[in-house]
């Protein structure tokens, strides 16, 4: 069983920068598919970007696209969540989230089987 924790979220401005970590224990994240989500206050957790390490295939939502990256190191111990020009609206408790690599990338919450505890991240504008 994997565990994961989330790392990395605080309180910026408006146009900065943030990356999100999230590491492993128990076992190496490259059997799995990976997948960052977020949830602001009063809304449904959505979907923001995914991974999936057989064949380097990476997935945005629409809202996201052009501004976060998705990426993971070599061991395959620790994903990140690059975040760049940051919104007011991208405010959200983030969660990292895996599931078996074989099913490949959903945009589902429900898909997913291990999540980490959350990091909040906050733009002010």
């Known amino acids: 069983q994997v565990r994961l924790t989330e790392s990395g979220g605080g309180l910026v401005q408006a146009g900065d920068s943030l990356r999100l970590s999230c590491a492993a224990s128990g076992r190496t994240l490259s059997t799995y598919t990976m997948a960052w989500f977020r949830q602001a206050p009063g809304k449904e957790r959505e979907f923001v970007a995914a991974?999936?390490?057989?064949?380097?295939?990476?997935a945005y939502a629409d809202s996201v696209k052009g501004r976060f990256t998705i990426y993971g190191d070599n061991a395959k111990i620790t994903l990140y969540l690059q975040m760049n020009s940051l919104k007011p609206e991208d405010t959200a408790v983030y969660y990292c989230?895996?599931?078996?690599?074989?099913?490949?990338?959903?945009?589902?919450?429900?898909?997913?089987?291990?999540w980490g505890q959350g990091a909040q991240v906050t733009v002010s504008s």
């Open positions: 989230a895996a599931r078996p690599m074989r099913l490949g990338i959903s945009f589902a919450s429900t898909s997913y089987d291990h």
């Open positions: 991974i999936s390490w057989g064949d380097s295939n990476t």
